[in-house]
């Protein structure tokens, strides 16, 4: 069974960093991703890592402030945010499937509330 856990949400102010981390058990594919949602809206991806050649990939409006990274080690992949915006603001969540893209994916994590105040 798949189980993704995310974890480093909360209240920052703008211009604050962040830290997200994912802890990822029992999966065997290869790509892992970022996806955030805002109440009322769909949910977006943010950005996904592939395992096999280490590949990232970004949506434009996070490109330069956002980086995901892994440690397969840890089972744990990260989403390091800065320059945090009000408009960040959104649940996070982690996702794991076959490939990288910006849709498809089968298994979710619960996600995690990050809240940028102005």
């Known amino acids: 069974e798949v189980q993704l856990v995310e974890s480093g949400g909360g209240l920052v102010r703008a211009g604050e960093s962040l830290r997200l981390s994912c802890l990822v058990s029992g999966f065997t594919g290869d790509a892992i991703a970022w996806f955030r949602q805002v109440p009322g809206k769909e949910r977006e991806g943010v950005a996904c890592?592939?395992?096999?050649?280490?590949?990232?990939h970004y949506r434009d409006f996070v490109k330069g402030r956002f980086t995901i990274s892994a440690d397969y080690a840890k089972n744990t992949v990260y989403l390091q945010m800065t320059n945090l915006a009000p408009e960040d603001t959104a649940v996070y969540y982690c996702a794991a499937d076959a490939y990288c893209s910006w849709s498809h994916y089968d298994n979710w994590g619960q996600g995690t509330q990050v809240t940028v105040s102005s």
């Open positions: 890592t592939s395992r096999h050649d280490g590949n990232t």
